[in-house]
């Protein structure tokens, strides 16, 4: 576990969830416990269905546990209010999905700005000042005003990207961020993420079949039904049973 | 919550995305609010035609009949019964009306047309101080005869001769500037030459408003008589039409100046005499004519018949019929300071004066009115309401189809709440855009109804020019209408999306 300096970013304690009931209730997180520290990047492997989006999901307060304590940047998530949540996310987290989850009808500046249509604190200009610093980051200056059915895979994923860090947060929450995307286009994507953690400071936690991802991870957490395997070394073994290598 | 610009925002972009989901749903709306703003237009339109008709804050307080032994002990209208009734707190005035009560009748050149006409019970006296219609009628509507400033008027003169079978004359004209009298020439040809008769001409200065009168052999004025507007659309709808007659314009002013003014509008009236055979004879008094002119229209006349100031029928039914006749008035006109206390106001006059109030039937017209009205409202109400679940059912799908969508938004920082005002505003928009669209379409179908009217429609008394009256209220009422019931369709899928779980919303293919 690496060493701590300050409080972390993200506490667990015996987090549990279940869907479903009776006989068709199926355990997805089993007392599930770990902090991630600031600047960590974690690659979260496991084979599918293992609870790993889940558990990005409970971190990211879309999703609520059956039990246990989740806190994150000091806020139970657990008691706080939805408003209290909503404004976690999106002051402070960004998520990264595998879908890309673009809107179609706005292009690629409306995209990257659509966390602040739900932010008091930013006037229009220094809106579209900002989702273009982002798409600048991800390299995608020149597409501002394009529609996301005229972009390449990779493109829209650097987009997703680009929006994830438009609200500059400190934890990114990424699924399967190469799941959709070639090895070529997926290595950049790597990259990308591997860059901003080690240049930005942005904590990483990054849900992946992904080798290369958990080869620049500076830790592995490798979870089977439901649990965590927490050794990196233990954890490579766990995510070479499920993903491809 | 999120900040209403970036709300109207998305709620904007998110309307306009889908074409085939806005007509969907706005259909209903625009069907519905253009059926509500036409009936309610046109419902508003006819009750204010019936209220020109039958003012409804207005009653006519009159006595129960009562006879005898074949005497009629009616209780009496006198001064002392319109004080009494001044008196109430609900009532703003009272006007006493008096009938003519003898036989009169009455004979006019109108565009070359001979009329004859009966006056005996189509003519009543008004206070004049009450005509106020337009500028002219006031001043040109009062009694005369008690003007001291008309006395320099009262100029000796010779009137026309009477005939000797008692028929009421044409009002005399004046002597037109270069009168050359007819040449004497035989009756029959190669007969003796015979003098004709020389004709009369109204000697009096001023003649387009004074006459000779045969009684004290002086100048007057001509008797000033108001008609109602029912009497102008009565003969523009029914009169001139079957004897070919000028329409009367609107502007009775310019109509009767086209005419060559108020001298066009002049009629001799026969006191005690009567176009009907042999219902005269018990008037004992001898017949006498005098004149009269139409000064203009108002709605103080009474609807058919002619209306002059009460001091001229206060006289005349003195000198044909006494003084009982001449205090007793034949109704009295109540304006109510509401039109709802009428009811109370009816209750005290049968109660404490034994007197009643006159059928009325703008009353029970305004009540069927109210009723249809109603029903219209309900009718365009169930098909705004019809259209509500319309929205409901796209909304329920939208959101459906949109779960990925929604669950981003709240991944990106939107509240449960953030999520349903998006979802009820686009319905609010959709609901007000229809609305515009709605009554844009129903002062369309106004305009087509109103030129169909105008252009097939036979003319008849008080035909409107619109048939519609669209006041600010009922497009208001329409557009708030529009977006509540909008609003109202979109609640519960609002709702389901605020309530969906952003994570599996996320996960949705």
């Known amino acids: 576990m690496a060493a701590k300096d300050s409080s972390p970013v993200v506490r667990l304690r015996d987090v549990t969830k279940a869907y479903g009931t009776g006989a068709a209730k199926a355990q997805v997180l089993r007392g599930v416990s770990f902090d991630i520290d600031k600047g960590e990047l974690i690659a979260l492997v496991g084979q599918s269905g293992s609870g790993k989006s889940t558990l990005l999901n409970v971190i990211g307060g879309l999703d609520k546990p059956d039990a246990g304590e989740v806190e994150v940047f000091g806020v139970d998530t657990q008691a706080a209010s939805d408003a209290q949540l909503a404004d976690l996310r999106n002051r402070k987290m960004g998520f990264v999905f595998q879908a890309f989850n673009l809107l179609d009808h706005l292009n690629v500046l409306g995209n990257v700005t659509l966390p602040a249509a739900f932010s008091h604190h930013t006037k229009q200009d220094e809106v579209d000042h900002r989702g273009r610093e982002a798409l600048r980051k991800v390299g995608l200056s020149d597409f501002a005003h394009r529609k996301p059915g005229e972009l390449s895979g990779g493109q829209k994923q650097r987009v997703a990207i680009a929006r994830a860090l438009f609200g500059s947060p400190e934890l990114l929450l990424c699924d399967e961020p190469t799941g959709s995307l070639d090895s070529d286009t997926g290595h950049e994507v790597i990259e990308f993420l591997r860059e901003l953690n080690a240049k930005d400071g942005v904590t990483l936690l990054i849900v992946t079949h992904e080798r290369r991802i958990s080869s620049v991870a500076k830790r592995v957490i490798a979870m089977r039904d439901g649990m965590l395997v927490e050794t990196t070394d233990e954890a490579l073994a766990v995510a070479g049973k499920g993903g491809p290598k | ?509």
């Open chain 2, 1 to 509: 919550m999120m900040p209403v610009k970036r709300l109207t925002r998305m709620v904007v972009a998110n309307t306009l995305r889908s074409r085939r989901h806005f007509v969907l749903s706005a259909f209903g709306i625009v069907i519905g609010i253009a059926t509500f703003v036409v009936f309610l237009a046109s419902t508003e339109q006819v009750g204010a035609v019936l209220e020109k008709i039958f003012p409804l804050d207005q009653v006519t307080v009159v006595a129960p009949r009562a006879s005898l032994a074949g005497m009629d002990v009616s209780k009496k209208l006198d001064d002392k019964i319109v004080k009494t009734i001044l008196e109430r707190s609900e009532v703003k005035s009272a006007l006493p009306r008096m009938s003519l009560v003898f036989p009169a009748a009455g004979r006019g050149d109108f565009e070359g047309n001979d009329l004859k006409f009966e006056v005996g019970g189509f003519a009543d006296g008004i206070d004049p101080n009450v005509v106020d219609d337009d500028g002219r009628t006031k001043e040109l509507f009062k009694d005369w005869d008690m003007d001291a400033s008309d006395t320099k008027h009262r100029i000796a003169c010779t009137p026309p001769p009477e005939p000797a079978n008692g028929e009421i004359i044409q009002s005399p004209r004046a002597r037109p500037k270069n009168y050359k009298p007819p040449e004497p020439k035989p009756v029959v040809p190669g007969g003796p030459v015979v003098e004709p008769e020389p004709e009369y001409f109204n000697e009096c200065p001023d003649s387009d408003r004074y006459y000779c009168d045969g009684a004290d052999r002086m100048c007057h004025h001509r008797v000033p008589i108001v008609m109602s507007p029912t009497m102008i659309e009565l003969y523009n709808g029914q009169f001139a039409k079957s004897h070919g007659l000028p329409i009367a314009d609107a502007d009775f002013v310019k109509f009767v100046t086209q005419r060559g003014g108020l001298n066009a509008m002049r009629f001799s009236i026969g006191l005690g005499s009567t176009t009907i055979a042999g219902s005269n004879t018990s008037i004992k008094h001898k017949p006498r004519r005098l004149e009269g002119v139409l000064v203009g229209i108002s709605t103080k006349a009474m609807p058919i018949g002619m209306t002059m100031p009460i001091g001229y029928i206060q006289r005349w039914n003195r000198e044909f019929l006494g003084d009982e006749a001449a205090s007793t008035y034949s109704s009295i006109i109540v304006t109510l300071k509401d039109k709802t206390q009428v009811a109370v106001f009816a209750q005290w006059l049968q109660d404490k004066l034994d007197l009643r109030l006159d059928d009325s039937l703008g009353e029970k017209f305004a009540t069927v009115l109210f009723v249809i009205r109603l029903v219209l409202v309900l009718i365009s109400l169930v098909i705004i309401g019809i259209s509500a679940i319309n929205i409901a059912h796209n909304f329920f799908m939208q959101v459906t189809e949109r779960r990925r969508e929604l669950g981003l938004l709240r991944a990106v920082g939107a509240t449960q709440g953030d999520v349903r005002m998006v979802v009820l505003g686009e319905a609010g928009l959709i609901g007000l855009i229809g609305g515009v669209l709605g009554v844009g379409f129903g002062i369309l179908l106004a305009s087509a109804v109103d030129y169909a009217s105008n252009h097939y429609l036979p003319r008849f008394p008080y035909k409107p020019a619109t048939w519609f009256h669209f006041s600010w209220w009922i497009w208001t009422g329409g557009l708030v209408c529009a977006a509540g019931f909008a609003v109202l369709g979109g609640y519960l899928p609002a709702r389901r999306a605020s309530k969906m779980e952003p994570a599996q919303a996320l996960t949705q293919n």
